[in-house]
């Protein structure tokens, strides 16, 4: 084992949680024996190896800009603090067996940064299963998104220590670890060695949890192949390379950060700047500074926020000139997970002399559908056309039948690698979601024009609900503001915003006797059940809520009588 002990930088060590923290009833394992697994060796993912590439290609090439740290990480450091994280988890579990973790689940809960990264990839490297947590969840939900996905380890960034006692008093049987930052490392560390044995790409890789139809969120899988082929088509058609450097402010449980982001990025070479969260001034800035960043994706609410903050505070002012000509230097600037409303497409582009290219994807299938790179070929309000290797096409709803003409509505259905493998121990919903002949229902409604170019029409169920980009099941938050005392029925719908896309807005009628609710009482009360993007902001009392015969509320007709 000393002989392997080089690979390991000094400057990065991995703290089992049991040496930092006082609060930790330790896990119960066997005895310690020498594992089988090759503790330092790095699988022969198709990530990994674009990685060594990368770094041999240009040993100080930067991987990773971490805004909070102030680090910049080399790809040739990013391979071998993972290898060194990949010991410490296989250590810490007493893997024994040559296949590593073989698909046991990881969660993990870290900042928006390089941290986030290596855990991530270690764990892969492991052979395991990431379950990235949301950061501003309560937790109530990360102990459902855990117990849910009954992972053997569970990885608490330092910054998230608070929440380590309410997830053990939720969580007694699985151990938890606790990881210290990295620096940035002076010394070139060397690339770690690369397993003989391939890891099989139809492994399981990742699991999101994902708003449906169902009231519980389900966890998405999908496996190597699928993350691979999802970055690779993107890759592909937006031409990311290594020089590239995207400024990086979305979440990273979700894919649009994850994938589209993070992934895709690293695989091509490029340079992730991540920031801890979305501040627009923080990207102007960024931005101004031209030609010292080339990507930009993110959701239509943060062009929004990006507009209001150039109108407020930069327009008229000696920053508008650099602000102007840095934006329209950038290489590709995207939006997604959402519809683009034509104003703000419009607004963005009077300022930044930018189109914003449009995509549509799900968390099942990664990205389906987008416009092109030629500006020109850009078609306003269409999300483009089927991305290289995914299969789509439009189907009438009931009979099925594929919808051939132009300007004809269907329900979109996918087909290729870059759908996912199943939901997590739900064979009979992942059954349902697919048609006979292996096409992933996704719920959303389109029509194409002449060109073949696909509009986005809507979702065809009004339980679902996308505000800021982010996915709402109406009948969760309704479940979860049934526990609240004064509340005796509620519904809850989308409501057209303007900045958010939709606003979620709860209908309620009180319990008899009890005290009118108040928007912000509510909120608050709230902020223990659920992440903050899915709490009300519009909220109606009512006296009485209209359902048909049979006990059902029509929430067209709801959205209609009280926010037409
Ligand atoms: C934050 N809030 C939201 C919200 N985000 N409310 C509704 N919808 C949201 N999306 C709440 C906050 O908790 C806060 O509540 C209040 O609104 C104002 O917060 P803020 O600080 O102004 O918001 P901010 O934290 O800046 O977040 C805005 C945002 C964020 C747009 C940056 O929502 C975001 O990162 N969205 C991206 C989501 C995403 O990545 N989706 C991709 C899913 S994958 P309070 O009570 O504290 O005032 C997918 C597939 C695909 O869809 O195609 O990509
Ligand atoms: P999620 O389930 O969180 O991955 O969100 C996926 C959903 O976001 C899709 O099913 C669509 O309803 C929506 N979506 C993603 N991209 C777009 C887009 N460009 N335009 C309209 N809706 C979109």
């Not at 890789?205 to 966890?219: N, W």
């Not at 000509?325 to 959402?338: E, I």
């Not at 059954?431 to 002949?437: G, N």
């Not at 024009?449 to 709402?472: M, N, P």
Request: hydrophobic letters at 40%.
């Amino acid at each position: 084992m000393a002989s392997l002990l080089p690979f390991i930088p000094t400057q990065f060590r991995w703290v089992p949680s049991y040496l930092t923290s006082a609060v930790l009833s330790l896990p119960i394992f066997g005895p310690r024996s020498r594992p089988v697994v090759d503790p330092i060796s790095l699988p022969s993912l198709p990530l990994f190896l674009a990685a060594k590439s990368h770094a041999t290609r240009d040993p100080s090439k930067i991987a990773v800009i971490d805004r909070t740290k102030n680090g910049n990480f080399t790809y040739t450091q990013l391979l071998a603090d993972v290898s060194a994280l990949k010991k410490q988890i296989v250590d810490y579990l007493n893997i024994e067996s040559d296949a590593g973790l073989d698909e046991q689940r990881v969660a993990f809960l870290a900042p928006a940064g390089y941290d986030y990264v290596v855990i991530q990839w270690a764990i892969w490297a492991a052979g395991g299963v990431c379950v990235p947590l949301c950061t501003t969840h309560p937790s109530k939900e990360l102990l459902y998104s855990i117990s849910d996905s009954d992972p053997s380890l569970i990885i608490l960034h330092p910054s998230f220590q608070k929440l380590q006692v309410p997830l053990r008093e939720g969580v007694t049987k699985v151990p938890f670890m606790t990881v210290s930052p990295c620096t940035e490392s002076h010394i070139t560390p060397r690339i770690p060695p690369f397993s003989a044995t391939p890891l099989p790409l139809s492994k399981r890789a990742l699991i999101i949890y994902t708003s449906g139809t169902t009231s519980k969120p389900k966890g998405c899988i999908t496996t190597h192949e699928n993350i691979t082929f999802q970055a690779r088509s993107l890759v592909d058609a937006w031409k990311y390379s290594p020089s590239d450097h995207l400024i990086h402010i979305l979440p990273l449980h979700h894919i649009h950060g994850i994938i589209n982001g993070l992934t895709a990025t690293l695989l091509a070479g490029g340079t992730v700047e991540m920031h801890p969260k979305f501040d627009p001034k923080a990207v102007w800035d960024r931005w101004s500074d031209k030609g010292s960043s080339t990507l930009f994706m993110a959701v239509p609410t943060v062009y929004s926020r990006l507009i209001d903050y150039f109108d407020v505070k930069i327009r008229s002012t000696d920053a508008e000139a650099a602000a102007r000509a840095g934006s329209n230097a950038l290489r590709l600037v995207v939006s997604g997970s959402a519809a683009l409303p034509t104003p703000i497409k419009q607004k963005f582009a009077e300022i930044t002399g930018q189109t914003l290219l449009e995509r549509y994807g799900m968390t099942e299938i990664g990205m389906a559908l987008s416009c092109g790179l030629e500006t020109d070929k850009r078609i306003d309000g269409s999300v483009g056309w089927p991305l290289p290797g995914v299969q789509v096409r439009l189907t009438e709803k009931g009979s099925g039948r594929v919808v051939e003409g132009v300007d004809e509505e269907g329900m979109i259905e996918v087909r290729g690698d870059n759908v996912f493998k199943e939901y997590w121990r739900l064979p009979e919903v992942t059954a349902k979601e697919f048609t006979q002949d292996g096409w992933f229902k996704t719920g959303d409604v389109a029509k194409r024009d002449q060109t073949d170019a696909y509009f986005i029409q809507g979702r065809e169920s009004v339980d679902l609900i996308k505000s800021g980009g982010y996915k709402i099941s109406a009948l969760e938050v309704e479940r979860k503001m049934l526990v609240l005392e004064d509340i005796s029925e509620v519904v809850v719908v989308g409501v057209v915003d303007q900045e958010w896309g939709q606003r979620v807005a709860a209908i309620v009628k009180q319990k008899p006797g009890t005290a009118p609710l108040e928007l912000k009482q509510l909120r608050t009360q709230l902020k223990e059940e659920m992440a903050p993007y899915k709490i009300p902001s519009v909220l109606r009392i009512v006296e009485s809520i209209e359902r048909n015969a049979m006990g059902k509320v029509n929430k067209k007709d709801i959205v209609k009588k009280y926010f037409a």
